[in-house]
């Protein structure tokens, strides 16, 4: 007998099975909503002019294709995290931060469980938001963590559910693990004001909470960078215990390159040597070290001005067609097809995502009656 015969068949990823749908559809006008992936107008993926032109860049330097240190280029760890945390900032705490290139955000985010689950006394529990993007649990569970939620959406309102969530971050043990999403709330596009950071600082500080902030989007909530990292700014200066996970898959469109960036704040130059020492033989034993091509374009864009103006450029694209996009579609709604229906929510939420409202019977009607007008 195989010594597989018993394991069971997994269920389906369900964002994967729409796209087996959307491939087998012959149909010219198809599009793919599911995937979290930006598309230009001809629905074709979107190679940054900046990304180009630092690939360009790179191809005459005929550089090596040697092994990158454990915890990735040490120029692109500067780079990347002096974006996310701003200059200033990140001169105040740049002796005690320990940081690593990753492998994207979800490599991000596997390094900080396994720091959490392997070190973090007070909890093995991480909270996080209700609903999350699907692949937290299974990350976090994947590392030994526990996973629970607090309220965040209020589908009544279609908005952020201050009062549940800060009402849940009390409740929750002293010295908690929080998972908050800095900037496009994934899949909500939902984010809290920046009154509301500083009600969820005042709590998190109160109750000594553990933040880990999952920075997936930053620019493409404003089409401003430095705007969209208001939050791990604010919790980094007022010195919050926290870990920051950074991924450069959309906001550089370098998706399949996995370029991401993981960091987190020590208490002293003597803590986060010991932390950053940890943290080496973490991922030494999870991928050794991380790829170098991607890290490389990051840092040419993010440490050379011109391919910098060029990305903010770039990012302002993404981002400004992302809300015509959703404009279009709350116009068509209301006034092609006169819907009554209150479709305000399509233009308040930000970034890629729409949290459309609409239950799982509407979908699945959708999803028959366009298969019938689509596909006869
Ligand atoms: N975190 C959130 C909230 C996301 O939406 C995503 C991607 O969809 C990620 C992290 C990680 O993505 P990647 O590993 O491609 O950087």
């Given at each position: 007998m195989s010594a597989w015969a018993k394991v069971p068949m997994g269920p389906p990823d369900a964002i994967l099975g729409i796209s087996e749908k959307f491939k087998a559809s012959t149909n010219a006008k198809k599009m793919n909503l599911g995937v979290g992936a930006y598309r230009d107008d001809a629905g074709r993926p979107f190679l940054l002019p900046s990304v180009r032109k630092a690939e360009n860049a790179l191809a005459q330097m005929n550089l090596d294709k040697e092994y990158a240190p454990i915890t990735g280029i040490p120029v692109f760890r500067e780079l990347a995290t002096r974006l996310a945390y701003g200059d200033e900032v990140y001169e105040s705490i740049a002796e005690r931060l320990v940081s690593a290139q990753s492998l994207s955000g979800t490599g991000a985010l596997r390094v900080a469980a396994a720091v959490l689950a392997k070190f973090y006394e007070p909890s093995s529990t991480i909270y996080v938001s209700?609903?999350?993007?699907?692949n937290h649990n299974n990350v976090f569970s994947a590392a030994g963590l526990a996973v629970q939620s607090y309220r965040y959406y209020d589908p009544k309102t279609h908005m952020l559910d201050a009062q549940g969530m800060l009402a849940d971050l009390e409740d929750m043990p002293d010295r908690s693990i929080v998972l908050l999403h800095a900037c496009a709330h994934n899949p909500t596009g939902v984010d809290p004001t920046p009154e509301q950071w500083d009600d969820i600082l005042r709590v998190v500080r109160t109750k000594n909470h553990f933040v880990l902030m999952d920075m997936a989007y930053q620019g493409f909530a404003s089409g401003n960078p430095a705007r969209d990292g208001f939050a791990p700014r604010l919790f980094a200066e007022m010195n919050v215990p926290m870990m920051l996970c950074q991924s450069f898959a959309k906001n550089m469109g370098l998706y399949g390159e996995r370029v991401g960036c993981f960091s987190m704040l020590a208490a002293s130059a003597e803590e986060a040597a010991r932390l950053e020492s940890q943290v080496k033989i973490i991922i030494r034993g999870l991928y050794s070290n991380p790829p170098v091509h991607g890290a490389r374009i990051a840092a040419r864009i993010l440490g050379d001005p011109e391919l910098r103006t060029q990305w903010h450029q770039d990012i302002e694209t993404m981002s400004t067609r992302i809300r015509d996009m959703r404009a279009l579609l709350r116009s068509h709604l209301e006034d092609t097809f006169h819907s009554a229906h209150d479709w305000s929510h399509i233009t308040s939420q930000i970034g890629m995502f729409c949290y459309t409202g609409l239950n799982p019977a509407q979908v699945d009607k959708l999803t028959r009656d366009l298969a019938r007008v689509f596909d006869p």
């Open positions: 209700n609903p999350t993007w699907g």
